[in-house]
């Protein structure tokens, strides 16, 4: 028996990955560098199925089916070019490799032009969904050699989720197009993450809810515009009670939020194109801000705040929370679209923005009702810069203005730390205002450093002997 797909990397997300596949008709062979590994998987959940384990490299290329198709589940950086370095000489011509981990898109852009060098077909492959995805269905994002997508698109499309007959897989463009467009969801995933803890905050110190009243909010908002996976597990979370302590478990977990770094490559990336994505940003800081606990510790008992005391309805402000988090949630995606869309016109890529909006409606991390509004308002204007400007946003962030500027002053006033939604209203009042404060940071650059300016009423480059002035 030969295989279709190879498996190389057995952590949780290559085996649950194998058994998808293997599961939707293919035979898979597995090879995992720690041998103990390997054997757990073909003895547990791979045994009496069409899983063929392999021990060394040579034999695993020796057991597929030309063209070769080896789909790499290893740790990102070094990993994968030792792994290459050894796989890449036992391969021929028109052979396949996918790297399905998160790899950093400059890697792949280097990684595929080897490959190219060498004969073969690359495929960066950005595989969202964690374990569970992987095992019943992931939002797949491959990018680099089309060619390669077409040999390995059957089996891709066949093991993504499904969302109202549509498969969550496409080919997303050329070079590092794939993972490019897999960080950008993850910093997304950073924001609205971000976002949905500042309402647990807010809800807790302004609303004064109880984690069962909070439970309900959350769910009774993934029965509205904010549908979602993430508010799902949050309403999940909150209901759930630690067994040692009879406590909430959200109140027995230590807030020190850990992070893998795609998060902070967005950031980065959008600081080297000039895109701003200050909602991503300060979600990562966020996480940053929260692993200094010791000094956080310290400091609460030498910096004093306001208090958190709120007058007014509380009723009220809970709505008005749930609607400023749906205006927020908004600023974060138009953000990372933006940042895709500059990065498409530097990097040369061809990105559907609509078809990537669509495969992340079902098995990724950001799933999410209004994604179907992003597919349709791309649909309305595939030129569009920034996804506020579309009619439908623009009025619900219109009209989420009041309510979202109620929750920002009440947590400002109550001293509550909301760095995502204060960052997600600021985006907006800035992207809207014709003329902003700029004009003062130019004069100043052209006063200290002779950096010169552009004036609003002629064209050309102007300088000011400030000193004569």
Same mark, same amino acid.
């Given at each position: 028996?030969?295989?279709?797909?190879?498996?190389v990397?057995?952590?949780?997300?290559g085996r649950?990955?194998?058994?998808?596949i293997?599961s939707?008709g293919?035979?898979v062979a597995?090879y995992?560098?720690?041998?103990?590994t390997?054997e757990a998987f073909v003895?547990?959940?791979?045994?009496?199925?069409?899983i063929?384990?392999c021990r060394?490299?040579p034999e695993?290329?020796?057991?597929?089916n030309r063209?070769?198709?080896?789909l790499?589940m290893?740790q990102a950086g070094?990993p994968?070019?030792a792994v290459l370095?050894?796989?890449t000489?036992?391969?021929?011509?028109g052979?396949?490799?996918?790297?399905g981990?998160?790899?950093f898109f400059?890697d792949t852009?280097?990684?595929?032009r080897a490959a190219e060098?060498a004969?073969?077909?690359?495929?960066?492959?950005?595989?969202?969904?964690?374990?569970?995805?992987?095992?019943?269905g992931p939002?797949i994002?491959?990018?680099?050699?089309e060619?390669?997508?077409r040999?390995v698109?059957?089996?891709?499309?066949?093991?993504?989720a499904?969302v109202d007959g549509?498969?969550c897989?496409?080919?997303?463009g050329a070079?590092?197009a794939?993972h490019?467009v897999k960080?950008?969801?993850n910093?997304i995933?950073y924001?609205?993450?971000?976002?949905i803890?500042?309402?647990?905050a807010?809800?807790?110190?302004?609303? *004064?809810?109880?984690?069962?009243?909070m439970?309900?909010?959350f769910?009774?908002?993934?029965?509205?515009?904010?549908?979602?996976?993430?508010i799902?597990?949050t309403a999940r979370i909150?209901?759930?009670t630690d067994?040692?302590?009879?406590?909430?478990?959200?109140?027995?977990?230590l807030?020190k939020?850990g992070?893998?770094?795609?998060g902070?490559?967005?950031?980065?990336s %959008?600081?080297a194109?000039?895109a701003p994505?200050?909602?991503?940003?300060?979600?990562?800081?966020?996480?940053?801000?929260?692993a200094a606990?010791?000094?956080r510790i310290?400091?609460?008992?030498?910096?004093?705040?306001?208090?958190t005391?709120?007058a007014?309805?509380?009723?009220?402000?809970a709505d008005a929370i749930?609607t400023a988090?749906?205006?927020a949630?908004?600023?974060?995606y %138009?953000?990372g679209f933006a940042?895709?869309?500059?990065?498409?016109?530097?990097y040369?890529w061809q990105?559907?923005y609509?078809?990537?909006?669509?495969i992340?409606? *079902? *098995?990724?991390?950001i799933?999410?009702?209004f994604l179907?509004?992003?597919k349709?308002a791309?649909?309305r204007?595939p030129g569009?810069a920034?996804?506020?400007?579309?009619?439908?946003f623009?009025d619900?962030?219109?009209?989420?203005?009041?309510?979202?500027r109620q929750?920002?002053g009440?947590?400002t %006033?109550g001293?509550?730390p909301?760095p995502?939604?204060?960052?997600?209203l600021?985006?907006?009042?800035?992207?809207?205002?014709?003329?902003?404060?700029a004009?003062l940071i130019?004069a100043q650059r052209d006063?200290?450093?002779?950096?010169?300016?552009?004036?609003?009423?002629?064209?050309?480059?102007f300088?000011?002997d400030?000193?004569?002035?």
């Amino acid at each position: 028996m030969m295989a279709d797909i190879a498996m190389v990397g057995m952590a949780v997300m290559g085996r649950n990955l194998a058994l998808n596949i293997e599961s939707r008709g293919f035979t898979v062979a597995v090879y995992n560098r720690t041998a103990r590994t390997l054997e757990a998987f073909v003895e547990g959940a791979g045994a009496g199925k069409r899983i063929l384990p392999c021990r060394t490299l040579p034999e695993l290329v020796a057991a597929l089916n030309r063209p070769r198709r080896v789909l790499l589940m290893v740790q990102a950086g070094a990993p994968v070019d030792a792994v290459l370095a050894e796989l890449t000489p036992l391969l021929e011509p028109g052979d396949v490799i996918l790297d399905g981990g998160n790899s950093f898109f400059a890697d792949t852009v280097r990684r595929c032009r080897a490959a190219e060098n060498a004969g073969l077909l690359y495929l960066g492959t950005g595989v969202s969904g964690g374990d569970e995805g992987a095992l019943r269905g992931p939002s797949i994002m491959p990018g680099g050699s089309e060619a390669a997508y077409r040999i390995v698109s059957p089996i891709l499309t066949a093991i993504a989720a499904e969302v109202d007959g549509s498969r969550c897989c496409t080919y997303i463009g050329a070079g590092g197009a794939g993972h490019y467009v897999k960080m950008v969801h993850n910093g997304i995933e950073y924001g609205d993450m971000q976002l949905i803890a500042e309402a647990f905050a807010l809800l807790q110190h302004l609303c *004064g809810m109880t984690r069962a009243e909070m439970h309900e909010r959350f769910a009774a908002w993934n029965r509205g515009d904010l549908d979602s996976y993430l508010i799902e597990i949050t309403a999940r979370i909150l209901a759930a009670t630690d067994p040692e302590t009879g406590s909430p478990i959200v109140d027995v977990i230590l807030d020190k939020a850990g992070q893998k770094g795609t998060g902070t490559w967005t950031g980065q990336s %959008a600081l080297a194109l000039g895109a701003p994505v200050p909602t991503i940003a300060e979600a990562v800081f966020a996480r940053s801000l929260s692993a200094a606990k010791a000094e956080r510790i310290a400091a609460a008992g030498v910096l004093r705040g306001p208090g958190t005391t709120f007058a007014g309805d509380r009723e009220e402000l809970a709505d008005a929370i749930g609607t400023a988090l749906h205006a927020a949630k908004i600023c974060s995606y %138009a953000q990372g679209f933006a940042l895709m869309r500059t990065a498409a016109a530097e990097y040369d890529w061809q990105l559907d923005y609509g078809a990537i909006a669509m495969i992340w409606r *079902g *098995g990724c991390i950001i799933r999410a009702r209004f994604l179907q509004r992003i597919k349709e308002a791309y649909a309305r204007d595939p030129g569009l810069a920034n996804l506020m400007l579309d009619p439908y946003f623009a009025d619900v962030l219109h009209g989420a203005q009041s309510a979202w500027r109620q929750v920002v002053g009440a947590a400002t %006033a109550g001293g509550i730390p909301i760095p995502a939604f204060a960052s997600a209203l600021s985006y907006f009042d800035s992207y809207r205002t014709a003329r902003l404060p700029a004009s003062l940071i130019q004069a100043q650059r052209d006063y200290f450093g002779a950096h010169t300016y552009e004036r609003v009423d002629r064209p050309g480059t102007f300088h000011t002997d400030w000193t004569a002035t």
